[in-house]
């Protein structure tokens, strides 16, 4: 009987739909999509590293406290989880050959720069990276992209055996052998910058930059990679104690161990609050949408007052009069939610594809949905249902 109704007046009943399916549809279509989104950036953050720890010195600490050569060979003897540490130094000077010069990033470190290196790329095109002996022996060796090879040897990028020199601060060079080209930085920006205007980029030895920079052997900060994420605060806590004991600095707090895990649940947790933030702005079409089923249904109650009159005459109850009317409005709602349902998908998957990402659109979302929407059919539909049920048979059978 309530299909019936509902299905007897197809657009009063489409109308009366519109609000919930809008409501549904958005707030799926939201959350689909920033569900999506939050795991294409988490798993981003996953993949440059779940197990990095970056280190640094605070503000407050002394040059005596700066991390040296030394505490670098301490933390991997004594922390057998640590499979990679290298300092995350940069500096900018300037780099010439015998055909170009040109403003360099340099990036300075241990032979673990390969893979700690968020500056240059670390695939090899030709050539290879520093050793363990490069670094020990200071050599004059440095590794280059292959957008530095081409900017300094007119377009050429196999220079292994080529000369470059960097620039130090007191006007003196440092003369370096290339013995190895990683693939390039600019490729993407090719067309839309003037490369000429970019800087080019090469990375030595951390031994080998002191030749060049004397004072450069206090370093600020650190890149580790440890073994296994689940090692990652055991190793954080023990990097932090050894270097606090071996700077005499117990209790100082100069030293900070941040890992990527934290900052992927602090991402996490921003994203989360901004798409619930959003879903239930879009929600509140839902909260018009309940009032117009309302409005509806009270309109149906009039219009059926001699209907009502006619069933309670005839031995409805209360009770049956009240479950007819809510069933009605529970099915506009239920009707409205799987409509707003399905535009919702079709809306996040295209969006989705749009953004090159894959919605999540999780089997708990989709019952919550139907829930809340049969859920407002229901307080929203009790007023009128209720006003019906109390109709007195009489009264009800004398209205015009």
């Not at 300075?108 to 002996?133: A, K």
Request: charge should be negative; proline fraction near 2%.
């Amino acid at each position: 009987m309530a299909i019936d109704s509902v299905m007897a007046n197809k657009m009063r009943s489409f109308l009366t739909m519109l609000g919930i399916i809008i409501g549904i549809a958005a707030v799926i279509a939201i959350l689909g999509v920033g569900n999506g989104a939050t795991e294409e950036i988490t798993g981003t953050f996953n993949n440059l590293g779940a197990s990095t720890i970056s280190l640094s010195v605070t503000e407050e600490a002394t040059d005596d406290e700066a991390i040296t050569e030394n505490d670098i060979m301490a933390l991997k003897n004594a922390i057998p989880e640590i499979e990679r540490i290298s300092p995350d130094a940069t500096t900018f000077t300037g780099v010439s050959s015998d055909f170009e010069s040109r403003q360099s990033v340099v990036s300075y470190g241990t032979p673990d720069l390969q893979y700690t290196n968020q500056t240059m790329e670390s695939t090899i095109v030709h050539g290879r990276y520093f050793n363990e002996t490069d670094y020990a022996d200071g050599k004059n060796v440095v590794v280059i992209s292959e957008d530095t090879a081409s900017a300094l040897f007119n377009g050429r990028t196999d220079v292994l055996g080529e000369q470059i020199s960097l620039d130090g601060e007191s006007g003196n060079q440092l003369d370096l052998t290339v013995i190895g080209v990683v693939e390039g930085t600019f490729q993407d920006l090719q067309g839309s910058f003037d490369l000429s205007q970019m800087p080019v980029y090469t990375a030595l030895p951390l031994t080998t930059m002191e030749k060049l920079d004397p004072n450069i052997g206090g370093l600020e900060s650190l890149t580790v990679q440890v073994s296994s994420k689940d090692a990652i605060e055991s190793v954080s806590t023990q990097i932090v104690r050894i270097l606090e004991t071996r700077h005499d600095a117990v209790g100082e707090n100069w030293y900070s161990a941040t890992n990527f895990l934290q900052a992927l649940d602090q991402v996490d947790q921003v994203l989360s609050l901004f798409i619930n933030f959003i879903a239930a702005v879009a929600a509140i079409a839902l909260l018009v949408g309940g009032i117009g089923v309302m409005n509806i249904m009270l309109v149906s109650v009039t219009e059926r007052t001699r209907e009502i009159g006619t069933r309670k005459a005839l031995g409805a109850t209360t009770g049956t009069i009240l479950v007819q009317f809510l069933m009605e409005s529970v099915i506009l709602c239920l009707i409205g939610g799987i409509i707003g349902l399905i535009l919702g998908i079709g809306l996040a998957t295209g969006v989705s594809n749009a953004l090159n990402i894959v919605p999540n659109i999780t089997l708990g979302s989709v019952l919550l949905v139907l829930f809340f929407s049969s859920a407002v059919g229901i307080f929203f539909g009790i007023y009128p249902a209720r006003k019906a049920a109390k109709l007195d048979p009489i009264e009800a059978l004398r209205y015009e």
